[in-house]
Nanobody
């Protein structure tokens, strides 16, 4: 079964840290560009960070730049999102996305999401 599974979410105080994981099963994640997205209640899903298949040139939304770090461990078939200096407005469900164009077909997978709640 081809799937992505996120983990690592939880409740944290402002200023705290969390590390989210996105593990793939049934396919090799290192062939895919990975994106982390989030969706807060009543808001649209927004892109947080992405990294290409080579693990270079990560990109970040302005709202998380300098606080979040995306990385990948191809040996573990997993991508991470290290989140530091968390703010109340970071509260959302976080999703990972894997995407790969191949012979004109876009292969894309979404995880089920993991809840991150920042609250004092």
């Amino acid at each position: 079964q081809l799937q992505l599974v996120e983990s690592g979410g939880g409740l944290v105080q402002p200023g705290g840290s969390l590390r989210l994981s996105c593990a793939a099963s049934g396919f090799r994640l290192d062939y895919y560009a990975i994106g982390w997205f989030r969706q807060a209640p009543g808001k649209e899903r927004e892109a947080v960070s992405c990294i290409n298949s080579g693990g270079r040139t990560p990109n970040y939304a302005d709202s998380v730049k300098g606080r979040f770090t995306i990385s990948r461990d191809n040996a573990k078939n997993t991508v991470f999102l290290q989140m530091s200096s968390l703010k109340l407005e970071d509260t959302a469900v976080y999703y990972c996305n894997a995407k790969r164009p191949l012979f004109g077909v876009q292969y894309e997978y979404w995880g089920q999401g993991t809840q991150v709640t920042v609250s004092s």
